[in-house]
């Protein structure tokens, strides 16, 4: 396997699959099947989770709402997606730890790392939920700062574009695919990966990060076997 230990990081709206909100058990369940693979190879995993398929606390502030407020819904979303996945990772036979940057001791364990460094050593897959505990911080930035604190070999960024394009491909039909692209030439070029935050910790850090379609049945196994799925970006 290419790496030993990876932080994925999965969006909250992915677990919408074609639904406007909430979570779908079929995504759930290819999701945790896709894990599942890679776990019984020896891989450690860590998990962060998004929250924007439930509450998203950018948008409630645009609304009006206290920004701070919106995000502590954010962070609360987090761990609903975090425990749903938890279920559908047990429900594949994989043993898991839930824990959470903000403490909710009677439903998760409160995020301790050498504990969770503990948990990966043993083969547990470990969902890190409620960010980084702050408002003001994305789940982006919640994942490369628990890849750095777990010592991870990488950061997996699923998404539903498989890498970094030249252009958004969604919109752009001459879009090229990076294979490898620096930190350096990410902001040069004026690309989005990740927010800023996130983006810089990861460079200084020297946490490679891997864009790939987490949506693509197989590609999480694939990439992880060396093949070339998605961007890289690197030092
Ligand atoms: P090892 O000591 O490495 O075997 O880890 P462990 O997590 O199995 O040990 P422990 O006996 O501490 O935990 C047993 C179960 O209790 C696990 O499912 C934990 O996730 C859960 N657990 C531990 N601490 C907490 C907590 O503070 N809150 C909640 N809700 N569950 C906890």
């Known amino acids: ?123 547990r897959v470990v969902i890190f939920g409620g960010g980084t505990g702050n408002p003001y911080f994305t789940t982006d930035t919640a994942a490369v700062l628990r890849a750095i604190e777990i010592n991870a070999d990488a950061i997996l960024k699923g998404t539903r574009v498989d890498g970094i394009y030249t252009a958004d491909p969604e919109k752009d039909k001459d879009a090229v695919k990076y294979e490898n692209i620096t930190f350096k030439d990410v902001i040069e070029k004026g690309l989005k990966v990740m927010d800023m935050t996130a983006f810089t910790l990861s460079e200084e850090n020297k946490l490679p990060i891997i864009v790939f379609d987490m949506n693509k049945k197989g590609n999480l196994m694939k990439l992880l076997s060396g093949e070339q799925i998605g961007t890289i970006v690197d030092n």
């Open 1 to 123: 396997m290419q790496y030993k230990r990876i932080l994925l990081k999965l969006s909250g709206e992915a677990l919408m699959g074609n639904r406007q909100y909430g979570i779908d058990p079929k995504r759930l369940k290819e999701y945790a099947q896709e894990i599942k693979l890679v776990v019984d190879k020896g891989v450690e995993v860590a998990i962060v989770i998004g929250g924007g398929n439930i509450f998203r606390g950018v948008a409630g502030a645009s609304n009006g709402m206290d920004r701070v407020q919106g995000d502590h819904m954010g962070m609360l979303a987090t761990c609903i997606n975090g425990l749903a996945l938890q279920s559908a990772l047990e429900d594949e036979g994989i043993h898991t730890r839930l824990q959470t940057a903000i403490e909710i001791k009677e439903i998760a364990e409160p995020y301790i790392k050498r504990r969770a460094n503990r948990h990966l050593e043993k083969g």
